[in-house]
């Protein structure tokens, strides 16, 4: 009995020290488990990466990551680059072969009738003709015969040299005017010079701004642009686009159908307050026969006045259309006192005798022709490199 009791404190004290052991073991290996979870969490959380490759204490840091970006900015469009447009000076002479490709038939005609061994009636009957043909007008025509026939009577022998002598002298004295064929265009009493540029639809009045600019930016001035001509609406992007190239603020309104006095005005007060050395103001074509029209354009002129003078009231003509030229320019003329006029178109078919019909019918000089479609053939006229243009 006794051995009994014994082996059952035996086997109870066995039990007793196996479960402690297990119950003491237990906490340290939870706790040894989180343990190895922290420091796991702590290498790949905060600490940096040392490599074992590298020497000692190099730590390689990864690198940061690119910063957001928005969307890109819209560039602005590059500026065109300035020409460098040549002088007026001497472009006249370097046209010169191109204006007498396109007045040789005027001249020849009269060379060829002049030089006949017999001059008759009927012969001057023939050069006045010629000359009427090519626009001189009927009243210069016979002016120019009568006196043609004077010099013959009177000096008599007509060698081919004397015929063409005695011809570019009478002619010389036709296209010769007593008014200055310059151009006022010259800064003064502290102000610009302003230019009013006029005439009807189709003569080319815009393009003739644009190259009058480039000129005068060829000769060292400086220009603002007015782009008045607010009916047609491509004439202010037009005039814009001439003005860019050379370097010529353009003044415009962008409300369509704008008041063109109104833009005359700014333009005329924006060269003052830059001081610049000419203010070109462009003005909407109009036929001659609607007199609202030409009220408004004499409303222009006045509006301009009230800052400052008007120098220049250039009419642009296209010489192509002859006495119907003519009866454009009286009507300008009287309502906003033509200073000069512009020929366009006088290469080609133009004929040049129209120069001695409308200096005469308006005692107002030809100051500059336009020779060609290019950006610098527009040219300060000059008389004796036309008449010699046209005889060839």
Same mark, same amino acid.
């Given at each position: 009995?006794?051995?009994?009791?014994?082996?059952?404190?035996?086997?109870?004290?066995?039990?007793?020290?196996?479960?402690?052991?297990?119950?003491?073991?237990?906490?340290?290996?939870?706790?040894?488990?989180?343990?190895?979870?922290?420091?796991?969490?702590?290498?790949?959380?905060?600490?940096?990466?040392?490599?074992?490759?590298?020497?000692?204490?190099?730590?390689?840091?990864?690198?940061?990551?690119?910063?957001?970006?928005?969307?890109?900015?819209?560039?602005?469009?590059?500026?065109?680059?300035?020409?460098?447009?040549?002088?007026?000076?001497?472009?006249?002479?370097?046209?010169?072969?191109?204006?007498?490709?396109?007045?040789?038939?005027?001249?020849?005609?009269?060379?060829?009738?002049? #030089?006949?061994?017999?001059?008759?009636?009927?012969?001057?009957?023939?050069?006045?003709?010629?000359?009427?043909?090519?626009?001189?007008?009927?009243?210069?025509?016979?002016?120019?015969?009568?006196?043609?026939?004077?010099?013959?009577?009177?000096?008599?022998?007509?060698?081919?040299?004397?015929?063409?002598?005695?011809?570019?002298?009478?002619?010389?004295?036709?296209?010769?005017?007593?008014?200055?064929?310059?151009?006022?265009?010259?800064?003064?009493?502290?102000?610009?010079?302003?230019?009013?540029?006029?005439?009807?639809?189709?003569?080319?009045?815009?393009?003739?701004?644009?190259?009058?600019?480039?000129?005068?930016?060829?000769?060292?001035?400086?220009?603002?642009?007015?782009?008045?001509?607010?009916?047609?609406?491509?004439?202010?992007?037009?005039?814009?686009?001439?003005?860019?190239?050379?370097?010529?603020?353009?003044?415009? #309104?962008?409300?369509?159908?704008?008041?063109?006095?109104?833009?005359?005005?700014?333009?005329? #007060?924006?060269?003052?307050?830059?001081?610049?050395?000419?203010?070109?103001?462009?003005?909407?074509?109009?036929?001659?026969?609607?007199?609202?029209?030409?009220?408004?354009?004499?409303?222009?002129?006045?509006?301009?006045?009230?800052?400052?003078?008007?120098?220049?009231?250039?009419?642009?003509?296209?010489?192509?259309?002859?006495?119907?030229?003519?009866?454009?320019?009286?009507?300008?003329?009287?309502?906003?006192?033509?200073?000069?006029?512009?020929?366009?178109?006088?290469?080609?078919?133009?004929?040049?005798?129209?120069?001695?019909?409308?200096?005469?019918?308006?005692?107002?000089?030809?100051?500059?022709?336009?020779?060609?479609?290019?950006?610098?053939?527009?040219?300060?006229?000059?008389?004796?490199?036309?008449?010699?243009?046209?005889?060839?």
């Amino acid at each position: 009995m006794t051995e009994y009791i014994i082996l059952i404190v035996v086997i109870a004290v066995l039990l007793l020290g196996v479960g402690g052991t297990m119950l003491l073991q237990r906490p340290r290996g939870m706790h040894g488990v989180r343990r190895s979870r922290a420091k796991e969490l702590d290498l790949t959380g905060s600490m940096p990466k040392v490599d074992d490759k590298t020497s000692a204490g190099t730590i390689t840091v990864p690198p940061p990551a690119p910063p957001e970006q928005g969307p890109a900015e819209p560039q602005a469009p590059p500026k065109p680059t300035l020409e460098k447009p040549p002088p007026s000076a001497g472009r006249m002479v370097r046209l010169r072969a191109r204006l007498a490709r396109s007045q040789s038939g005027f001249g020849s005609a009269l060379l060829g009738l002049l #030089s006949r061994d017999r001059l008759d009636d009927d012969t001057w009957d023939e050069i006045e003709e010629v000359l009427i043909t090519a626009d001189v007008g009927v009243t210069p025509a016979r002016q120019i015969t009568a006196d043609l026939r004077t010099r013959v009577k009177v000096e008599g022998t007509r060698t081919p040299e004397e015929v063409r002598t005695m011809l570019r002298t009478e002619l010389l004295t036709q296209v010769e005017t007593e008014a200055s064929r310059s151009l006022r265009t010259q800064r003064h009493e502290g102000r610009p010079a302003v230019v009013l540029v006029v005439g009807v639809n189709g003569t080319g009045k815009t393009t003739t701004c644009g190259k009058l600019a480039r000129s005068l930016v060829g000769d060292g001035q400086t220009v603002v642009l007015g782009a008045a001509d607010t009916f047609r609406a491509a004439a202010a992007d037009q005039l814009e686009t001439w003005g860019d190239r050379v370097g010529a603020k353009t003044v415009r #309104s962008d409300k369509e159908g704008a008041d063109p006095a109104s833009v005359a005005f700014d333009a005329v #007060s924006t060269g003052i307050e830059q001081e610049a050395d000419v203010v070109l103001v462009d003005t909407a074509g109009r036929l001659h026969t609607k007199n609202d029209l030409m009220d408004e354009l004499g409303k222009v002129k006045r509006v301009i006045e009230k800052r400052t003078a008007v120098d220049e009231v250039l009419l642009v003509l296209d010489a192509t259309t002859g006495q119907n030229g003519l009866r454009q320019a009286r009507v300008f003329a009287e309502v906003v006192d033509v200073t000069g006029i512009v020929l366009t178109k006088l290469d080609g078919t133009a004929k040049g005798g129209i120069v001695i019909a409308v200096q005469r019918e308006l005692g107002v000089p030809v100051k500059l022709v336009g020779l060609g479609e290019g950006p610098d053939d527009l040219a300060p006229f000059d008389a004796a490199t036309f008449v010699d243009a046209i005889l060839g």
